[in-house]
């Protein structure tokens, strides 16, 4: 009799295990999805200061992970501002002071116009696999959608976010819901990303909602309004000289 | 009788030489310590007041919250008008607008490239109106190392320290990278045309003063303020009259609950200097307190030794009929002579290194590396009108109380066992 009850659960259990991947496999998955060699991304970004709110426009050109070119389109006071992140290395150009200015180091850190974003937020296009260990540390349903809950902790120290907690649609493999942590294990960021759209063979997010937990704004909405993946990125774009172009 | 007394005290000098240096020691640290005390309080106070808290201060509610994070997206919008009508309720006090913006300054090379770049701490003042005090009220005249004031828009004063590390001079160009009152990028290029030495460690570490003009338009600013100071005419802090318009002010705000509605503060209200305040008020009294109490107890012994010491002298005084009271208050009248005279002299002496202190100060620099108090580099004592009384009271009351309570004593001699004492 024990027997006949046990091949049955054993077998159940082996089914169970063999259905859900691992924690890496998920996050590769979810790679495909957010990340690609080129994008060309043109998007809004609200931002909800404690007096006003602010809308600035702008196009991105990124290749790879590190390397991205973004150009402001509007407000009029801040069309024409140009930013070129080559690695770890930023450079901003201004129309009004025609100079070229460059940030590193903790500067990298710091607020992009005053939103939720920093500028490492910004520009770079992280492959998770690649940085951090992952963990299936439960499921959730969000938005009505089940979701693994990822536990990410890096495999290296200079990271901006020593540590994630992802909540990852378990059918789309995208992130619905993010968490950012820093070393000591402070919330830093929260994200909810939403608007999801099937382009191509993937499945991205067209509205991320980000709140900066250490700032007492209402977050800031980042607004995908046209996205190219793999898409031909002339060469002198990603370089210094574009800047003043 | 004063005459008798004077020369007893000039021919004995052991009622007088000791007793009088006594006294002159005591009342020349007195007056050191008054003139050390009161200039390194005062110091901090009008360094608090004139680069930070004001005699009163104006913000909104959600900037005086987060002040330390300069957030100028917080600022008093409509600052003209604001300050119009301050200035016109209260004739007495001179409102000034100020911005305070954290950054980064960017010095470019001949390509217009980043060659150098520090953080900077910039505040934007009225450098250029015509009759604007607010550079005398900072003391950057005198405090230009090289170049000049600023004359003209685009112009800007960098600390020494940071002109030195950032190898830059008068005439250079620089550009400011911060951010607008909306948060928004700003750059702006600047002419660096003086380097500053304030004084004041938290200051001289990396600041950058610039017109208050081209600091609102660099920040987007347009007739906002993040500060308005006001300072009483006479440039003296007074706590009661400033407490009192700081209550008038705030009850006058028609709605508590917003977080940009206007709120002022006292001096004492800031940067926790109501203790110190307090403090400084109260230490005149408190030395002169203590030293009454100190000097007391010496002179006691000494009135008491020179009592052992006069012991057969009294007796023979009252043996030939001399009256107890009037032996007393001979002996008062002394003091009050001895104690006249060393606290002349103790005043004196305690103003000579009071006065140096007070010209050259002590530099305690390099023990404020990384002080971000608003407080002189350089401490210095001052010497006030006080400085000349305080000696006074105690120097002659201690004198005169030490010998009352050693002069008791006279009371407590039997007239009849006197010639029996004599006889030993």
């Given at each position: 009799?024990?027997?006949?009850?046990?091949?049955?659960?054993?077998?159940?259990?082996?089914?169970?295990?063999?259905?859900?991947?691992?924690?890496?496999?998920?996050?590769?998955k979810v790679d495909a999805n957010m990340t690609s060699e080129t994008s060309i991304t043109t998007s809004k970004m609200i931002i909800h200061g404690r007096r006003v709110s602010r809308t600035i426009e702008s196009r991105s050109w990124s290749t790879g992970a590190d390397n991205a070119f973004t150009e402001y389109l509007a407000p009029a006071r801040e069309r024409g501002t140009k930013?070129?992140?080559?690695?770890?290395?930023?450079?901003?150009?201004?129309?009004?002071?025609?100079?070229?200015?460059?940030?590193?180091?903790?500067?990298?850190?710091?607020?992009?116009?005053?939103?939720?974003?920093?500028?490492?937020?910004?520009?770079?296009?992280?492959?998770?696999?690649?940085?951090?260990?992952?963990?299936?540390?439960?499921?959730?349903?969000?938005?009505?959608?089940?979701?693994?809950?990822?536990?990410?902790?890096?495999?290296?120290?200079?990271?901006?976010?020593?540590?994630?907690?992802?909540?990852?649609?378990?059918?789309?493999?995208?992130?619905?819901?993010?968490?950012?942590?820093?070393?000591?294990?402070?919330?830093?960021?929260?994200?909810?990303?939403?608007?999801?759209?099937?382009?191509?063979?993937?499945?991205?997010?067209?509205?991320?909602?980000?709140?900066?937990?250490?700032?007492?704004?209402?977050?800031?909405?980042?607004?995908?309004?046209?996205?190219?993946?793999?898409?031909?990125?002339?060469?002198?774009?990603?370089?210094?000289?574009?800047?003043?172009? | 009788?004063?005459?008798?007394?004077?020369?007893?005290?000039?021919?004995?000098?052991?009622?007088?030489?000791?007793?009088?240096?006594?006294?002159?020691?005591?009342?020349?640290?007195?007056?050191?310590?008054?003139?050390?005390?009161?200039?390194?309080?005062?110091?901090?106070?009008?360094?608090?007041?004139?680069?930070?808290?004001?005699?009163?201060?104006?913000?909104?509610?959600?900037?005086?919250?987060?002040?330390?994070?300069?957030?100028?997206?917080?600022?008093?919008?409509?600052?003209?008008?604001?300050?119009?009508?301050?200035?016109?309720?209260?004739?007495?006090?001179?409102?000034?607008?100020?911005?305070?913006?954290?950054?980064?300054?960017?010095?470019?090379?001949?390509?217009?490239?980043?060659?150098?770049?520090?953080?900077?701490?910039?505040?934007?003042?009225?450098?250029?109106?015509?009759?604007?005090?607010?550079?005398?009220?900072?003391?950057?005249?005198?405090?230009?190392?090289?170049?000049?004031?600023?004359?003209?828009?685009?112009?800007?004063?960098?600390?020494?320290?940071?002109?030195?590390?950032?190898?830059?001079?008068?005439?250079?160009?620089?550009?400011?990278?911060?951010?607008?009152?909306?948060?928004?990028?700003?750059?702006?290029?600047?002419?660096?045309?003086?380097?500053?030495?304030?004084?004041?460690?938290?200051?001289?570490?990396?600041?950058?003063?610039?017109?208050?003009?081209?600091?609102?338009?660099?920040?987007?600013?347009?007739?906002?303020?993040?500060?308005?100071?006001?300072?009483?005419?006479?440039?003296?802090?007074?706590?009661?009259?400033?407490?009192?318009?700081?209550?008038?002010?705030?009850?006058?705000?028609?709605?508590?609950?917003?977080?940009?509605?206007?709120?002022?503060?006292?001096?004492?209200?800031?940067?926790?200097?109501?203790?110190y305040l307090d403090l400084a008020k109260n230490m005149t009294r408190i030395i002169s307190g203590v030293f009454v109490v100190a000097m007391s107890i010496v002179l006691w012994n000494l009135g008491l030794i020179a009592g052992l010491r006069r012991y057969g002298e009294i007796g023979v005084r009252l043996a030939i009929g001399e009256q107890k009271g009037h032996i007393y208050c001979s002996m008062l009248l002394e003091s009050v002579a001895v104690g006249l005279l060393g606290t002349l002299a103790g005043i004196a002496v305690g103003l000579i290194?009071?006065?140096?202190?007070?010209?050259?100060?002590?530099?305690?620099?390099?023990?404020?590396?990384?002080?971000?108090?608003?407080?002189?580099?350089?401490?210095?004592?001052?010497?006030?009108?006080?400085?000349?009384?305080?000696?006074?009271?105690?120097?002659?009351?201690?004198?005169?109380?030490?010998?009352?309570?050693?002069?008791?004593?006279?009371?407590?001699?039997?007239?009849?066992?006197?010639?029996?004492?004599?006889?030993?």
């Amino acid at each position: 009799m024990k027997k006949q009850l046990l091949i049955p659960f054993a077998l159940l259990t082996c089914g169970a295990f063999a259905q859900t991947p691992s924690g890496h496999s998920i996050l590769e998955k979810v790679d495909a999805n957010m990340t690609s060699e080129t994008s060309i991304t043109t998007s809004k970004m609200i931002i909800h200061g404690r007096r006003v709110s602010r809308t600035i426009e702008s196009r991105s050109w990124s290749t790879g992970a590190d390397n991205a070119f973004t150009e402001y389109l509007a407000p009029a006071r801040e069309r024409g501002t140009k930013m070129l992140k080559l690695g770890d290395r930023l450079w901003m150009y201004s129309p009004d002071t025609d100079r070229t200015i460059q940030l590193s180091g903790h500067m990298l850190r710091q607020s992009v116009m005053g939103s939720d974003l920093s500028y490492e937020d910004m520009m770079d296009d992280p492959r998770l696999a690649q940085i951090y260990a992952a963990e299936i540390v439960g499921t959730e349903a969000v938005e009505e959608r089940p979701c693994w809950v990822l536990q990410l902790t890096a495999n290296e120290q200079d990271v901006a976010y020593q540590s994630r907690k992802l909540w990852v649609d378990q059918e789309r493999y995208v992130p619905v819901r993010e968490e950012l942590y820093a070393k000591g294990g402070k919330l830093l960021k929260r994200i909810n990303l939403s608007g999801f759209k099937r382009i191509d063979e993937r499945w991205y997010p067209m509205r991320m909602v980000f709140k900066d937990m250490l700032k007492n704004g209402k977050g800031t909405e980042f607004i995908v309004a046209t996205i190219e993946f793999n898409a031909e990125i002339p060469s002198h774009i990603l370089t210094k000289a574009a800047l003043r172009r | 009788m004063i005459r008798f007394l004077i020369k007893g005290l000039l021919r004995d000098r052991s009622r007088s030489l000791f007793p009088v240096m006594v006294v002159a020691i005591g009342v020349a640290l007195t007056v050191l310590l008054q003139s050390w005390i009161n200039g390194v309080m005062s110091d901090m106070i009008r360094s608090n007041a004139n680069y930070s808290t004001g005699h009163i201060k104006l913000t909104t509610r959600a900037y005086a919250a987060n002040e330390e994070q300069n957030p100028n997206d917080l600022a008093l919008l409509d600052a003209g008008p604001l300050t119009d009508r301050l200035q016109k309720k209260y004739p007495g006090l001179h409102f000034v607008s100020r911005i305070r913006f954290g950054g980064l300054l960017d010095i470019p090379d001949e390509q217009g490239e980043t060659r150098e770049q520090a953080p900077v701490a910039g505040l934007g003042i009225d450098l250029l109106s015509p009759g604007s005090t607010e550079a005398d009220r900072l003391n950057i005249r005198k405090s230009i190392i090289r170049g000049r004031m600023p004359e003209k828009p685009g112009e800007v004063l960098v600390s020494e320290d940071l002109a030195r590390k950032l190898a830059v001079g008068p005439g250079r160009a620089a550009t400011v990278l911060g951010s607008t009152m909306y948060g928004s990028m700003a750059m702006h290029n600047f002419t660096i045309v003086g380097t500053v030495r304030f004084g004041i460690a938290a200051m001289d570490r990396g600041a950058m003063v610039a017109d208050l003009d081209d600091v609102r338009r660099m920040l987007d600013m347009e007739d906002t303020a993040a500060e308005l100071l006001g300072y009483f005419d006479d440039g003296q802090y007074r706590d009661t009259a400033a407490v009192r318009i700081v209550a008038e002010v705030n009850a006058a705000v028609d709605n508590p609950t917003d977080e940009f509605a206007p709120v002022m503060r006292a001096l004492r209200d800031q940067n926790d200097l109501a203790e110190y305040l307090d403090l400084a008020k109260n230490m005149t009294r408190i030395i002169s307190g203590v030293f009454v109490v100190a000097m007391s107890i010496v002179l006691w012994n000494l009135g008491l030794i020179a009592g052992l010491r006069r012991y057969g002298e009294i007796g023979v005084r009252l043996a030939i009929g001399e009256q107890k009271g009037h032996i007393y208050c001979s002996m008062l009248l002394e003091s009050v002579a001895v104690g006249l005279l060393g606290t002349l002299a103790g005043i004196a002496v305690g103003l000579i290194p009071a006065w140096y202190l007070q010209e050259y100060g002590v530099d305690i620099g390099a023990m404020m590396d990384n002080s971000s108090m608003m407080i002189s580099s350089v401490m210095r004592a001052q010497i006030t009108v006080q400085t000349f009384l305080i000696g006074f009271v105690p120097g002659l009351l201690s004198t005169v109380l030490g010998t009352a309570l050693a002069g008791t004593g006279i009371y407590r001699r039997q007239t009849s066992q006197l010639f029996k004492e004599l006889e030993v």
